[in-house]
């Protein structure tokens, strides 16, 4: 193949996104993904958030395949039997149509056809074994014996990515990877929307943590999809491996959790995927370009705090081709030319996105499973008491609230010098509130 202008590694969002921008610039571009079809290596479905994909195709409704629009979000709290939900219903979301849910199967390989239709060269079944370097500057991509040339290699290879570690921009750490593990549900779609209170057409997703994952700080989302029912459970790597944890039995336990077992029950399995992802933010903005190459996507730490990949993926590819329209004007394709990647990059919420990622992860990372399992409790036993105590017509006094929420969630994370003169204060503050209430009560009844 004759020398390119540029070739995107991986048709995922952030490549096909990418591609298409370039496209869009008239800048001749190659897409190379390794699985027979765009999405052929992502076989479970996902949620996604529109407002990305809308800015890159704004009709994508009418012809991308989309399964329910999501109008309802949960929170759970699940503890063994029992569970607390807080669930969402805004209507500014379901009108705006901000998300859907979707098989990446399909999506991956609807997205890169649209990439095509710019005037895309696709390669499809080609995996991408290493990039090739001249004078430490990379000048290409390696497949197996074969070599492309190209002015510029954009790597959209998503988590384990080959470009990022062969250009050395990667820095590792296995400590924020995740082991996710999906199932999808056949559940016809009368029955899923009398089920979760759905309309025809409507959706919802339910996110949460808890048993049975509180152990090893795991998360689980519930969603649903036309005629079935996606799930999933996610932990971090780590510790997985030291606590010896079997992430597919933990996924059966969450089955057969009574709340849960009541959403699925006549359900049947039609197919399951494991997959790692990882925290966001890993890689400083000045990290994601090189001589060269330059990293969107999961290749390139692109990543919310709560797990949402799909639209910064879309959006890091979008500015990444922009900064190489940049670099092309210029003439020249070194890093200096591609430090605009990192400018174009903060005009959008994306650095801030990396940030609140980065500390949400150490946040988690620094949460040992005990301390996620006692706040979990905590809360369960709060929300318990106080919802009991008001129906308990037998006791006279009412319970201090104040103090309860001040031990069980500040004094479990508080340093120690700060706890005992604070628990002073609050104790009596909590008294004290006590007390008044109790006048107040005599008083008016
Ligand atoms: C279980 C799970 C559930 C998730 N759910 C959601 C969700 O509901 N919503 C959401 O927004 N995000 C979700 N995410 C995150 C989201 O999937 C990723 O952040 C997103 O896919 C990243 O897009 P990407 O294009 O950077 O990488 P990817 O989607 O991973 O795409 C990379 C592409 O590159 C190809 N490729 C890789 N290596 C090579 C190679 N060497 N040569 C050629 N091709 C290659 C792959 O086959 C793939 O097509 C989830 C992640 C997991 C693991």
Redesign the pocket.
């Known amino acids: 193949m004759d020398k390119v202008d540029c070739v995107v ?9 990418c591609a298409i921008g370039l496209a869009r610039k008239g800048i001749k571009t190659v897409l ?4 027979r079809e ?5 076989v ?6 529109t407002d990305v994909l809308r800015m890159i195709i704004p009709e994508f409704e009418d012809e991308a395949p989309l399964e329910r629009v999501v109008t309802d979000n949960s929170f759970i709290c699940l503890f063994n039997k029992d569970f607390l939900e807080f669930r969402m219903r805004f209507s500014d979301f379901s009108e705006k149509r901000s998300a859907y849910t979707a098989y ?1 199967s399909k999506f ?1 390989k609807w997205f890169a056809q649209k990439a095509e239709e710019e005037g895309v060269e696709l390669i499809r079944g ?4 290493g990039l090739l370097k001249e004078k430490g500057r990379v000048v290409g991509v390696r ?1 197996g014996n074969e070599e492309i040339l190209a002015d510029v290699v954009v790597g ?8 990022s570690r062969d250009s050395g921009l990667y820095e590792d750490d296995t400590s924020r990877y ?1 082991l ?3 199932e999808v549900l056949d559940l016809p779609p009368e029955i899923i929307e009398e089920r979760f209170q759905l309309s025809k057409g409507e959706g919802c997703i339910k996110d949460g943590w808890g048993y049975p994952l509180s152990d090893v700080g795991g998360v689980f ?1 519930l ?1 649903t999809n036309t005629d079935s029912i996606s799930i ?1 459970v ?1 932990a971090p790597i780590d510790s997985i491996r030291q606590g010896r944890v079997n992430l597919r039995q933990r996924l059966e336990e969450f089955k057969a959790h009574p709340y849960i077992n009541s959403l699925l029950i006549g359900s049947s399995l039609r197919e399951y ?1 494991a ?3 990882s925290d966001g933010g890993r890689l400083k903005l000045k990290r994601l370009y090189s001589d060269g190459v330059i990293l ?5 730490g ?3 705090s709560t ?8 959006l890091s ?1 979008l500015k990444a081709a922009e900064a190489v329209a940049l670099a092309k004007r210029r003439g020249r394709y070194d890093a200096e030319s591609l430090s605009c990647y990192a400018d174009l990059l903060r005009q959008t919420g994306l650095p801030r996105t990396l940030y609140n990622a980065r500390r949400f992860s150490n946040l988690i990372v620094s949460l040992k499973g005990e301390q996620i399992e006692k706040l979990n409790c905590n809360l369960i036993r709060l929300t318990e008491d106080f919802t009991l105590g008001e129906i308990d017509f037998l006791s006279p006094g009412s319970s201090p609230m104040l103090s309860r929420i001040f031990d069980d969630f500040v004094m479990e994370f508080l340093p120690k010098y700060l706890r005992y003169p604070l628990k002073t204060i609050v104790k009596s503050l909590a008294n004290l509130l006590v007390l008044i209430k109790k006048v107040k009560i005599r008083r008016s009844v």
Do not use: Q
């Not at 190379?32 to 699985?35: A, I, Q, S, T």
């Not at 969107?296 to 390139?300: K, N, P």
């Not at 797990?307 to 879309?314: D, K, N």
């Open positions: 590694v991986g048709a995922g969002p952030a490549g096909s996104s190379l993904e390794r699985g765009a999405g052929g290596k992502n479970a479905s996902f949620v996604l958030f990446r991956d080609v995996l991408v074994t497949i959209a290879d998503g988590v384990l990515s080959v470009v995740k996710g593990i999906k989302s969603y999933a996610f995927e997959h790692i992802l969107c996507g999961e290749a390139g692109f990543m919310s797990w949402v990949g799909v639209p910064p993926a879309m590819g």
